[in-house]
């Protein structure tokens, strides 16, 4: 069965670089979340999408923006990077329909390493 | 308040043996999902098991199982027969469904099995 790709695995910036992480829902999900993972940590809920509008915000930072695409396709633009923007961000995804399980669909992970 | 507490950092069980990882959450919301993720070094967050708050009967998916008090507002997760393989990050996390729809995790638990 189709997963959860999020593109790319790794990235590598410098501080005040720009990144774009892209995430693809498994087909029919129209409900994109994203999630920020620090070493050692636990995962963070940022922000979510459905139907390609914002529907929760977490801890996002400002110089952080996310959008969901008409393919239901989402990016997460990071600007200003910082050292401690490193960490793996995970892209997870559902359809709003499923109430049995409430269950989200977690991607690999796109690893930031900011230098 | 933290609504997923897991108060095991760390957890060593001896391989074939049986361990239990504990986990307690905080809700007013009726209607809410549990989850138990395993995140191995690799990164990636792997689904096991589900319990919803309506569930009468405790979950169990092959050597995984829960024991579900609702009253206690814990969902602890048994590993039977434990293997080498079993050796990672375990994760606890809600989904609550009224609140909005991000998963609320745990700081996790490090289990190690031992040969």
């Known amino acids: 069965a189709a997963g959860v790709i999020q593109s790319p695995r790794h990235l590598i910036k410098e501080k005040r670089e720009t990144a774009t992480l892209k995430c693809y829902p498994i087909p029919r999900h129209d409900t994109v979340y994203w999630y920020q993972q620090g070493p050692g940590q636990d995962p963070q809920f940022l922000i979510s999408?459905?139907?390609?509008?914002?529907?929760d915000k977490g801890s996002i930072p400002d110089r952080f923006s996310a959008q969901q695409f008409s393919d239901y396709h989402s990016e997460l633009n990071m600007s200003s990077l910082e050292l401690g923007d490193s960490a793996l961000y995970f892209c997870?995804?559902?359809?709003?329909?499923?109430?049995?399980?409430?269950?989200?669909?977690f991607g690999p992970g796109t690893r930031l390493t900011v230098t | 308040a933290q609504k997923i507490t897991q108060t095991q950092p760390g957890m060593f069980v001896q391989e074939k043996e049986a361990v239990t990882l504990d986990c307690t959450y905080d809700?007013?919301?009726?209607?809410?999902?549990l989850f138990w993720y395993k995140q191995p070094s690799s990164g990636e967050m792997i689904f096991l098991i589900y319990?919803?708050?309506?569930?009468?009967q405790n979950a169990t998916e092959g050597r995984y199982s829960l024991n579900f008090q609702k009253a206690r507002k814990s969902t602890n997760l048994v590993i039977s027969a434990s293997q080498l393989g079993d050796s990672a990050m375990y994760f606890c996390?809600?989904?609550?469904?009224?609140?909005?729809?991000?998963?609320?995790f745990g700081t996790g638990t490090s289990l190690t099995v031992i040969p």
């Open positions: 996390a809600m989904r609550e469904m009224n609140t909005g729809n991000q998963f609320y």
């Open positions: 319990q919803g708050s309506y569930d009468e």
């Open positions: 809700t007013s919301d009726q209607s809410y999902g």
């Open positions: 997870a995804s559902s359809h709003s329909r499923d109430r049995t399980s409430y269950e989200q669909y």
């Open positions: 999408f459905y139907e390609k509008m914002q529907s």
